[in-house]
């Protein structure tokens, strides 16, 4: 059964650190660029890309907003892609959920549609 499995998810105070992990069974993540993407609340919110790291040389490409804070890193030994966030900001309080594509897609709309598979999430909520 194809599975991501994201974990790490918790509360942070405003300029605190959380790292997410996104975890594989059933296939192998490195056949894969692995993205990140996001969901703040309420109604009507889309699903926002964060980062991606590619699976051919690993390069890595972020969402303006987050560029300089987050970095996406991958362990293929564990089948494991990282999402390293410092400095939280209250706006980064979101779901945030890892998708497994061909090829990165970040940065357009409907770019979460490239994405085959997905993990159910983990909440990050980032407050004082």
């Known amino acids: 059964q194809v599975q991501l499995v994201e974990s790490g998810g918790g509360v942070a105070q405003p300029g605190g650190s959380l790292r997410l992990s996104c975890s594989a069974s059933?296939?192998?993540?490195?056949?894969?660029?692995i993205g990140w993407f996001r969901q703040g609340p309420g109604p009507g919110k889309e699903r926002q890309g964060v980062a991606c790291i590619s699976r051919s040389d690993a390069s890595t490409y972020y969402l303006t907003a987050v560029q300089g804070r987050f970095t996406v890193s991958r362990d293929n030994g564990k089948n494991t892609v990282y999402l390293q966030m410092n400095s939280l900001k209250p706006e980064d309080t979101a779901v945030y959920f890892c998708g497994a594509a061909p090829q990165c897609a970040l940065g357009y709309p409907g770019a979460e549609y490239e994405y085959k598979h997905w993990g159910q999430g983990t909440q990050v909520t980032v407050s004082s």
């Open positions: 059933g296939f192998t993540l490195d056949d894969y660029s």
